[in-house]
Nanobody, 127 residues
């Protein structure tokens, strides 16, 4: 059974940092590109970032480029999102999601329908 479990969310002041983690199990983690997607209150899903299976290639939404860093540790089956210089508009539930096919490249990854999602972790940026 595929499981994705996010952690690391919380309340942080503007300009602060958080690191999200996503623990994966039930599939060969190192074979799949992974993504982060967020949903702000009252808004739709917004793709945030993606990383390829080996961790060498990444992609970011313009809204987070230069502030967020995606990474992965395939030995620990864990995906990360380091979030720096946080803004109130980053407030959202953050989800990690698995891509549906192995070894997908990160370019155009948004066109795929992600097949497994975690339960989400709340990030609130407020003073």
């Amino acid at each position: 059974e595929v499981q994705l479990v996010e952690s690391g969310g919380g309340l942080v002041q503007p300009g602060g940092s958080l690191r999200l983690s996503c623990a994966a199990s039930g599939f060969t983690f190192s074979n799949y590109a992974m993504t982060w997607v967020r949903q702000a209150p009252g808004k739709g899903l917004e793709w945030v970032s993606a990383i390829n299976s080996g961790g060498e290639s990444t992609s970011y939404a313009d809204s987070v480029k230069g502030r967020f860093t995606i990474s992965r540790d395939n030995a620990k089956n864990t995906l990360y999102l380091q979030m720096n210089s946080l803004k109130p508009e980053d407030t959202a539930v953050y989800y990690c999601a698995k891509t549906p096919q192995s070894f997908l490249p990160v370019h155009n990854i948004k066109r795929y329908e992600f097949d497994y999602w975690g339960q989400g972790t709340q990030v609130t940026v407020s003073s």
